[in-house]
């Protein structure tokens, strides 16, 4: 059974940046894809970042496009999520995801969800 824990989120005001992080157990980590996702309140999960089981493939929703960097670790099983120019409605609750499919969907799917880490950012 894998786990995801996500970790790094805060509040930080317009601007600022966060590092998230999520931490993976059991062994399929390094053969997966991984994303992170978002949901704020009243609104559907959406996508925000994707990154190949190798980390050469990389993909960003275009409104995180030039702010949002991820990456991973693969010998410690984690993925990451660096946010800078962060804006009031950037503001979520941010998901890590193992296996992610159907990614631009309003029900994005995955092998595999954490619990979020909640974002605010402050204007």
């Known amino acids: 059974q894998v786990q995801l824990v996500e970790s790094g989120g805060g509040l930080v005001q317009a601007g600022g940046s966060l590092r998230l992080s999520c931490a993976a157990s059991g062994r399929t980590f390094s053969s997966s894809a991984m994303g992170w996702f978002r949901q704020a309140p009243g609104k559907e999960r959406e996508f925000v970042a994707y990154?190949?089981?190798?980390?050469?493939?990389?993909n960003y929703a275009v409104s995180m496009k030039g702010r949002f960097t991820i990456s991973r670790d693969n010998a410690k099983n984690t993925v990451y999520l660096q946010m800078n120019s962060l804006k009031p409605e950037d503001t979520a609750v941010y998901y890590c995801a193992q296996g992610p499919r159907k990614i631009y969907s309003d029900y994005p799917e995955a092998d595999y969800w954490g619990q979020g880490t909640q974002v605010t950012v402050s204007s």
């Open positions: 990154i190949s089981w190798s980390g050469g493939i990389t």
